[in-house]
């Protein structure tokens, strides 16, 4: 792999990428609307925006892991509880390798890109491989299943 192309992926920045579009949800819309959302535009989260700010951010992991009580209430609205309050956001001048290293050391699969404090994309797990892939098509498509098994012999006839 080409080290300056490599170097060059890792130091550009997550705003020149295409980002995915937040869906924003005021905290007061029930857990049935943030899901159907998800659903419908087919999102890993929404964010809970108030005042134009910020506030929490619901995910598909906060919908199985807070969400899958049997008595639990559709209606209810993100509160507190359920949402990941004050969630962490980088700058749209944040390098891809910083996003990727925040996203690995948290355990994050989607982060909210901000621009003079407002929310301008997401930044997805998914997506920066796929452009990884993309970037580096001839050394992803060409790696074997099992990239340290050495074959004794050559197969076929």
């Not at 659903?39 to 919908?63: N, P, W």
């Not at 749209?92 to 996003?99: E, F, H, I, K, N």
């Amino acid at each position: 792999m080409d080290r300056s192309r490599l170097a060059k992926f890792i130091d550009q920045r997550v705003g020149e990428l295409p980002l995915a579009e937040p869906v924003f949800l005021p905290p007061t819309a029930s857990v049935r609307t943030a899901v159907q959302r998800m659903h419908r535009g087919a999102r890993s989260c929404v964010l809970a925006m108030e005042e134009e700010k910020l506030v929490g951010i619901f995910t598909e992991r906060d919908v199985l892991t807070r969400c899958m009580a049997g008595d639990f209430d559709w209606d209810q609205p993100l509160a507190p509880d359920l949402l990941t309050r004050d969630p962490f956001v980088i700058a749209s001048t944040t390098t891809v390798g910083d996003a990727i290293a925040i996203m690995q050391r948290s355990n994050y699969r989607t982060l909210p890109v901000v621009e003079d404090g407002a929310v301008v994309g997401l930044v997805r797990l998914g997506e920066l491989l796929q452009h990884f892939a993309e970037s580096f098509p001839e050394e992803v498509l060409n790696l074997p299943p099992r990239p340290h098994q050495v074959v004794a012999r050559r197969e076929g006839g």
